[in-house]
């Protein structure tokens, strides 16, 4: 991170996506082992809803780790407004909170119908659409129009030339956020194919930290 000018790191630790006896704990030791530089998103897995429960419970007792949630709906096998998921999304559109959303295109669980609903029935919570709707690039430019509590964030969104440049065209560079699915993408690799997307000082800044800085607020 130091190396490529990362100030902070906003993740989800894979353990807490996928190791329910391990569950969100990975996240809080490893936010508190680098407080200056990481926080985190509380993993809600909907398969085990008492360790929902649970997390729910203690979430407000980690305002120092925890800056919102985090659903991997296609991976857990479970749609984005399936009821196992209501009271995170409750939390967040009371408290105002990011969540940042797995999405793909043509997913049931979390394309672009699913995020709709989600984004119309809790207005609230800030919605980072995590790989944009890989694919259905043009549905997620809609939704993030439609939408303002919508953001499209870059994590594998790289992988294919022209589609930043066809989100900073058609929706301006303002709803953008900086992301690189790390560790499956590496910084550098990512850092370099912003830059070279031809796009202006102003647009990078709002890309690469201001956009990021707005949503995440008193931590900047």
């Not at 919102?68 to 857990?76: I, M, Q, R, T, V």
């Not at 479970?78 to 409750?90: F, I, N, T």
């Not at 929706?171 to 202006?200: E, M, Q």
Request: neutral net charge; proline residues 5%.
């Amino acid at each position: 991170m130091k190396r490529n000018g990362v100030k902070m790191l906003a993740f989800c630790h894979h353990a807490a996506l996928f190791a329910p006896d391990i569950g969100n704990q990975a996240n809080i030791e490893a936010v508190r082992l680098f407080p200056k530089h990481l926080r985190a998103y509380c993993a809600v897995n909907p398969n085990y809803p008492e360790i929902v429960k649970k997390d729910m419970r203690t979430f407000a007792s980690y305002p120092d780790v925890y800056i919102g949630f985090k659903f991997l709906a296609d991976y857990h096998e479970c749609p984005l407004m399936d009821g196992r998921y209501k009271p995170a999304w409750e939390y967040a559109d009371t408290k105002k909170l990011l969540v940042l959303l797995h999405t793909w295109g043509g997913s049931h669980y979390d394309g672009p119908e699913q995020i709709e609903k989600a984004a119309r029935e809790y207005s609230g919570a800030k919605i980072l659409l995590g790989h944009s709707c890989h694919g259905e690039w043009d549905k997620a430019i809609e939704l993030a129009k439609t939408f303002p509590n919508i953001h499209l964030e870059l994590c594998a969104v790289m992988d294919e030339r022209g589609i930043l440049e066809r989100f900073v065209e058609k929706l301006g560079s303002k709803r953008i956020v900086f992301g690189t699915d790390f560790p499956w993408f590496n910084h550098h690799y990512y850092i370099g194919a912003i830059i070279n997307a031809g796009l202006c000082d102003e647009a990078l800044h709002d890309v690469f930290h201001r956009n990021a800085e707005k949503l995440l607020g008193v931590l900047f």
